[in-house]
């Protein structure tokens, strides 16, 4: 139908609000795509909010946010473009595996299952989640450093404290978790889904 403007649906990754996703939003908005920036299963409105409930995304999963997108997709006018950042990426892979959108853009992605490869840097930025293992049901908040070494190590010190600032929040610890153990896992969920 003439007129109608392309969907987009952004996947932020882990300890990123979605309103992260607020420059990109605009960018093709004005652009003329019609997109949208959705949180993660529980994730609440605002940064303020997320910081006051890690809980509300306490044990959420692969699997679970896969779904979760996958509703939100359903009830858009037309099939959208997807794309995602870290494990963002690898929902937004996943969903494009089970056919849901019409193409995916995965930047950074998490590691699906089958990729053996995991560089230091990757494993010194999941450490937070993985350091104790009652953290697979829990949210870990990140410190400033560990942000800084994670997410804003491209930028300035003082920017990636504005970041931080401005974007950090509690994540649910078990996607690092699935991902971690995806290789040793029969049905893993970090696998696609024909694996």
């Known amino acids: 139908m003439a007129g109608e403007r392309t969907p987009i649906v952004f996947i932020h990754g882990l300890w990123l609000h979605a309103s992260s996703w607020g420059p990109w939003v605009e960018f093709f908005r004005e652009a003329g795509y019609e997109p949208v920036a959705p949180g993660w299963p529980g994730e609440p409105d605002t940064v303020e909010e997320a910081r006051a409930n890690p809980d509300a995304v306490a044990g959420t999963g692969i699997d679970d ?41 995965a930047v950074d992605p998490a590691q699906i299952k089958g990729v053996f490869a995991l560089p230091f840097a ?14 697979l049901h829990r949210a870990v908040s990140l410190s400033r450093e560990e942000w800084r070494y994670g997410i804003g190590n491209e930028v300035s010190e003082q920017e990636s404290g504005a970041l931080f600032d401005a974007w950090s929040i509690p994540a649910p610890a078990r996607p690092v978790f699935q991902v971690s153990a995806a290789n040793f896992a029969v049905h893993s969920a970090g696998a696609f889904a024909d694996r």
């Open 122 to 135: 990757q494993l010194r930025s999941a450490l937070p989640a993985l350091r104790n293992p009652a953290n």
């Open 65 to 105: 946010a896969v779904a979760h997108y996958a509703t939100i997709i359903e009830s858009l006018p037309a099939s959208p473009i997807i794309i995602g950042h870290s494990f963002g990426g690898l929902v937004a892979e996943k969903l494009l595996g089970q056919g849901v959108g019409v193409a995916a853009v």
